[in-house]
T-cell receptor, first 113, second 110 residues
Framework: DAGITQSPRHKVTETGTPVTLRCHQTENHRYMYWYRQDPGHGLRLIHYSYGVKDTDKGEVSDGYSVSRSKTEDFLLTLESATSSQTSVYFC????????????FGPGTRLTVT | QKEVEQNSGPLSVPEGAIASLNCTYSDRGSQSFFWYRQYSGKSPELIMSIYSNGDKEDGRFTAQLNKASQYVSLLIRDSQPSDSATYLCAPVQGAQKLVFGQGTRLTINP
């Protein structure tokens, strides 16, 4: 998985609780991305980062926030989890020298009850 | 109109035959295109990238790009049961973002 880890790999949480997912890379790549994948919707971009402290929204950013204080770590926070945020979450990384090819982490399966 | 369209399948191909996967996209500004393979319960894996019109071959895989028609395809020769997976087409859009199709589920029958 191209030096990318995600934690936790599985999580069950209750509606209304905050949840933070972590993506950690050892490749020193500049760009990092958070996606969610749901049946019938495919992969959708939540937020991305183009450098430390530089982030931007994707197409499904409502209810999510991100932070990147170090090159290697990109955190995704669900401020108050809802059942609609039950999904599989993938982190990806890329670098300009790779023509922006993206490489994915193993994913986190999140269930909000 | 969806930004990236793929036939969801399932596409069933006999072992040893050629599997042909198609993708159309709406953003004429896209210059780079990727194909990912995703096994059930796993993360997407990059298998091909293509940037210029024409064909690009890598082993049993050939990617084809026609920017005028906004069409990209993936051919898998000598299909193997291990090729059974969902294949995702992803053009690059502005700010180095990928837009994914919903994927085509491919089944190779022994």
């Amino acid at each position: 998985d191209a030096g990318i880890t995600q934690s936790p790999r599985h999580k069950v949480t209750e509606t209304g609780t905050p949840v933070t997912l972590r993506c950690h890379q050892t490749e020193n790549h500049r760009y990092m991305y958070w996606y969610r994948q749901d049946p019938g919707h495919g992969l959708r971009l939540i937020h991305y980062s183009y450098g430390v402290k530089d982030t931007d929204k994707g197409e499904v950013s409502d209810g999510y926030s991100v932070s990147r204080s170090k090159t290697e770590d990109f955190l995704l926070t669900l401020e108050s989890a809802t059942s609609s945020q039950t999904s599989v979450y993938f982190c990806a990384i890329s670098a300009p020298g790779l023509s922006y090819e993206q490489y994915f982490g193993p994913g986190t399966r999140l269930t909000v009850t | 109109q969806k930004e990236v369209e793929q036939n969801s399948g399932p596409l069933s191909v006999p072992e040893g035959a050629i599997a042909s996967l198609n993708c159309t996209y709406s953003d004429r500004g896209s210059q780079s295109f990727f194909w990912y393979r995703q096994y059930s319960g796993k993360s997407p894996e990059l298998i091909m990238s293509i940037y210029s019109n024409g064909d690009k071959e890598d082993g049993r895989f050939t990617a084809q790009l026609n920017k005028a028609s906004q069409y990209v395809s993936l051919l898998i020769r000598d299909s193997q049961p291990s090729d059974s997976a969902t294949y995702l087409c992803a053009p690059v859009q502005g700010a180095q973002k990928l837009v994914f199709g919903q994927g085509t589920r491919l089944t190779i029958n022994p």
